[in-house]
């Protein structure tokens, strides 16, 4: 393990966790204008077997894969072949049914496309064909009209991006991660893991409350509101109101198997499977909103890369971290921030820094970029919060990093 003695806090935290027993295993990394500071790992892998958490132990970072994916597709637009601005359906004419002709990338990849549920149950024999599962996406109609709102699409996201850079260059996302990001870059990252891979990856332990999903929220997730509707008017996934208001409706929203939030959560469902995300399907799936393996160094890397420009253009990052939405989202209810595929400053994002970027994952694990102080920094674990992505243990470990600069 290696940590900087200016960051001595961040170990001192790290550790912590684990001693008040928060921690089954966990890695943690840091970037400093590109340096590695922090680069810590313990605990137990497999708790059945008691393999232990080695360096090169990858783990199951939820959503984080979708900050991936949003850089595939954004060197695409560098390269001329996608426009962010043009509608979906100029690259996948299927698309324009159910009266989303008008909807662009631009809405797919900033949560307002208005396409956060696979309407009808996604068979476990398509979760390895994310074109089939696309193509279920693409005969819908909107729950709200595309741009006019936003709702965090928790799966459906990868599969609507997915699609997009299947038809311009052939492709799945995770075969350009690997070809283009990883690599090229030499990180520990895979979006459908092979075999090898798979058989070294930490093994989740379930969150002690079955009821509560996927969120980039806080410590405790939520719950929407009672549905009241799927189009432009009132719905379940309006939030606004007093806070404890907001909280309420969250509460009952994840309590209710038929609410907004957790048909975006639960379809197609990994529950399906025995092991849920354990189990070799999910592993190897590639799903492009949910289906990252990576170790913290391999997500920290990847964001030091983008920062430093080694990915994407500096013009080009500054534009997608520009916030195409903010304020209360249809599926969460909380408030949310993104820029194209980026989650920005907001209360399902907090930060010490407004400048910082990136995505959290369901559980705890988050990815992390902030260009005004030179961070790069990823953290995974495989004790899934009893919440949701972006958990406390995740956010006092980044607040330390701050604190010790």
Known sequence: MHCDPRFSRV????????ADGEELGAAFAVYLDGEPVVDLWDGVADRHTGRAWERDTPAFAYSCTKALTAAVLLRLV?????????????????????????????????????????????????????????ARLAGQEPLWEPGSAHGY???TYGFLVGEVIRRVTGKSV????????????????????PEEVIAR????????????TETPAGERPGTTGAPSGTGTGATEGQAG???DDVLARMVQAALDPHSLMNRALGNPGMHLLKGGANNPVILRAGWPAAGVVTTARGLAGFYRALISGDLLRQETLTEALRPRVNGPDRVLLLDTSFGLGFMRPSLTFPTPSPTAFGHSGMGGSIGWGDPGRGLAIGYVMNRMADAVSGNLRALRLVQSVYDSL
Do not use: C, M
């Open 11 to 18: 170990r001192e935290v790290f550790e912590r966790n684990f």
């Open 78 to 134: 560098e390269q001329g072949l996608v426009d962010v601005r043009a509608p979906v359906a100029a690259y996948w004419p299927e698309f324009a049914a159910g009266g989303k002709a008008a909807a662009t990338v631009e809405h797919l990849l900033s949560h307002q496309a208005g396409l956060p549920v696979v309407a009808e149950p996604v068979p476990v024999e398509e979760f390895e064909d994310q074109p089939a599962i696309a």
């Open 201 to 212: 990856t930490a093994r989740l332990k379930a969150r002690e409350r079955a009821d509560v």
């Open 241 to 243: 109101g007093r806070p």
């Open 174 to 193: 995770g075969e350009l991660v690997a070809a283009e990001i990883a690599g090229p870059l030499d990180l520990e990252l895979w979006v459908g893991a």
């Open 153 to 155: 699409h928790a799966l």
